[in-house]
């Protein structure tokens, strides 16, 4: 009992001292609150002395209102600082602005003469384009009916009306000229087509230079010559192609099987090529052979290699193109395709 007394007796002690700490709290705030008021409303004599007048000026004020006064002349000079800052931030973005401008208009002269580069080649590609859509049989006219584009050709984008302008006008021409190129690809996939037949074609007659590379010059023509030892006029059969040395390659000049392989005491070693059509190659005077009878070749591949052998005066090779059994002068077929190695 006398223990339960003494904690009673010690949290009394302490809410009591709680009370007192924050009764002293409230009452100094206050007091400094009271103190802070009275200041405040203190007058204050303000003396303005005019040098060139006698009279003296008075101004009466409290604390508050020159507190209130400085205040707003601090926010003012502030808000005039802050708006001059704004102030050239602007100009400085303002005068980027304006470079930019003066870049994009450079710009877009530029795509300007370059636009009309562009439509200035476009009219000759529609001009050679139409002509090679006529040489092969193509209408040129009806191969870009489907053009948005009048008369099936370039015409109007050429002749876009002087009211159009800026770019508006540079955008009509692109897409014309877009229209009229997305139009032309389908002839020109038949032409693609109609160059592949031709190639199937000139693969299958005698068109390639029989040496690899294309070199070696003619020594003697087809037709009337000279023999070379008797001195005699005669029919030469064939061309003879020489390049100086043995060892250059010998190449089918078309797509075909070898019929023979051999020696002969005239033409030496040589080799016979059946071909479609009708079309024989014959190529004498080998040193060697690469291909056997009977085997199938490709135009360009490798047949043997010149050489001196038969009835020779030197390295060459002795070209024959027949035509069932016509023997024909195989520069006519020679000159279809430029020679060229595979």
């Known amino acids: 009992m006398p223990r339960?007394?003494?904690?009673?007796?010690?949290?009394?002690?302490?809410?009591?001292?709680?009370?007192?700490?924050?009764?002293?709290?409230?009452?100094?705030?206050?007091?400094?609150?009271?103190?802070?008021?009275?200041?405040?409303?203190?007058?204050?004599?303000?003396?303005?002395?005019?040098?060139?007048?006698?009279?003296?000026?008075?101004?009466?004020?409290?604390?508050?209102?020159?507190?209130?006064?400085?205040?707003?002349?601090?926010?003012?000079?502030?808000?005039?600082?802050?708006?001059?800052?704004?102030?050239?931030?602007?100009?400085r973005n303002i005068a980027s602005l304006e470079k930019e401008s003066r870049e994009t208009r450079a710009s877009l002269d530029s795509l300007k003469d370059e636009t009309g580069n562009l439509l200035r080649a476009a009219q000759n590609f529609q001009s050679a384009f139409s002509g090679t859509l006529s040489v092969i049989g193509l209408d040129p006219n009806a191969t870009v009916a489907k053009s948005s584009m009048q008369n099936g050709d370039l015409s109007s984008l050429f002749n876009v009306k002087e009211s159009a302008t800026g770019s508006v006008k540079e955008i009509a021409e692109i897409q014309r000229l877009t229209g009229y190129l997305e139009n032309s690809v389908q002839p020109v996939q038949e032409i693609g087509k109609l160059l592949d037949s031709q190639n199937t074609l000139f693969s299958d007659i005698p068109s390639l230079w029989p040496i690899q590379g294309g070199i070696g010059h003619i020594s003697m023509a087809f037709g009337q010559n000279r023999h070379p030892f008797?001195?005699?006029?005669?029919?030469?059969?064939?061309?003879?192609?020489?390049?100086?040395?043995?060892?250059?390659?010998?190449?089918?000049?078309?797509?075909?099987?070898?019929?023979?392989?051999?020696?002969?005491?005239?033409?030496?070693?040589?080799?016979?090529?059946?071909?479609?059509?009708?079309?024989?190659?014959r190529y004498c005077h080998m040193q060697s052979f690469r291909v056997q009878r009977g085997q199938y070749v490709q135009q360009g591949q490798v047949i043997g290699y010149i050489g001196n052998t038969g009835v020779s005066t030197g390295p060459h090779c002795h070209y024959e193109v027949h035509i069932g059994s016509d023997v024909v002068d195989p520069m006519k077929y020679l000159n279809i395709k430029v020679a060229a190695s595979k």
């Open 230 to 281: 008797t001195g005699q006029w005669y029919i030469h059969k064939g061309v003879d192609i020489s390049t100086y040395r043995s060892g250059d390659p010998i190449v089918a000049t078309a797509d075909g099987q070898v019929v023979t392989v051999e020696y002969d005491p005239g033409f030496g070693n040589y080799v016979l090529i059946k071909h479609k059509h009708g079309f024989y190659t």
């Open 4 to 91: 339960t007394r003494g904690y009673k007796k010690v949290e009394n002690n302490i809410v009591r001292s709680i009370g007192r700490f924050f009764k002293k709290c409230f009452t100094a705030i206050g007091n400094a609150f009271s103190a802070f008021m009275r200041g405040g409303r203190r007058k204050l004599t303000i003396m303005v002395v005019p040098h060139s007048q006698k009279r003296v000026v008075n101004f009466q004020t409290t604390v508050f209102s020159l507190v209130s006064f400085v205040i707003i002349i601090v926010g003012i000079f502030a808000s005039f600082f802050w708006f001059s800052r704004n102030s050239l931030v602007s100009a």
